[in-house]
């Protein structure tokens, strides 16, 4: 996980100032596993920046989201979840995203074969759009067991 002086660099790599608001949704991404929202967000960071608005939570994942230091997912509640984009390949996953409640599943487990199907699939879409693919989010929308 990047740490606060990685993520600095990065945004000066992209143009882009590092403030408060932006330091403190980084934290607070890289202290859960959970997939939150925007508004989810906001509440976790008020206490702490009573001056900081909603409207700026937005913006800057948004930024987030562009410059690929976030992930962004629609949940089945029709928001956005975010989080935070791991750097190390080993924690790559996929997510299983209830059109129902918006529950989100990380799914890791993966068997040689999927993992077999992904490379193909990734290789046969660079040649055939000559297309230079860096990296691959697969979600699969359903209903989890409590919604089923």
């Known amino acids: 996980m990047p740490g606060r002086h ?87 996953h996929h997510h299983l995203i209830c059109t129902k409640c918006g529950k989100i599943l990380d799914y890791r487990d993966f068997v040689q074969e999927e993992l077999e199907l992904i490379r193909k699939t990734e290789e046969s879409l660079a040649r055939k759009h000559n297309f230079l693919i860096q990296d691959h989010n697969i979600e699969f929308l359903g209903l989890c067991e409590k919604c089923r």
């Open 6 to 92: 990685q993520w600095q660099h990065r945004f000066r790599e992209n143009v882009c100032r590092w403030t408060i608001p932006r330091e403190g949704i980084l934290d607070v991404l890289s202290r859960t596993s959970k997939h939150k929202s925007a508004k989810e967000i906001y509440a976790l960071l008020y206490s702490q920046y009573p001056g900081i608005g909603l409207t700026t939570v937005y913006r800057t994942l948004e930024l987030l989201y562009r410059l690929g230091f976030v992930q962004k997912l629609t949940a089945g509640d029709g928001q956005s979840r975010y989080e935070l984009r791991s750097e190390d390949k080993k924690d790559h």
